[in-house]
């Protein structure tokens, strides 16, 4: 499924370069950026939305139907944290909580479906190690760079396997 892949590799690649030049900086996470740019004023903040479903959407359509769940709970889980942007609202827990949990399914839902369905555990492996090193080395905005991480591991997995 080539072309799903291209489309969130497309979709990454410009909404990353776009945070990076307009702050000039790593920001704490990829969805900080929503209210980084919410403070800019005007409606900026839903490039984020729009970038959560630029890469949740195509998701569905990589399996090869040995296990479709796994690709498709990761596109709704990628979707949801798009959908709840607003992941620090005191007054609304729901929308952290679904952000977060969204988060998780569309990174563990991917990689189960890479190891499952094209039977290669190497992005999983490959994340978990990353995760692991930047941890213990305290790296600064640490989420950040594990949504790094996990998003090259899947697509390299999208691509290679």
Known sequence: ???PTII????FV???AFILIKFKQILPSISESWYRLRDLGGTLNGL????CWGIGF???LQTNDIAPYLFFLSGAGLVFVGTAAMFREVDDKLQGILHTVGASIGIVGALAGIWVERGSFIPLLVFAIASILLYLIKVKNLTWWIEMSAFLSILYGLYFF
């Open 58 to 60: 195509p998701m569905l």
């Open 1 to 3: 499924m080539l072309i």
């Open 48 to 51: 984020f939305t729009l970038f």
């Open 14 to 16: 410009l909404y990353i």
């Open 8 to 11: 969130q590799t497309v979709d």
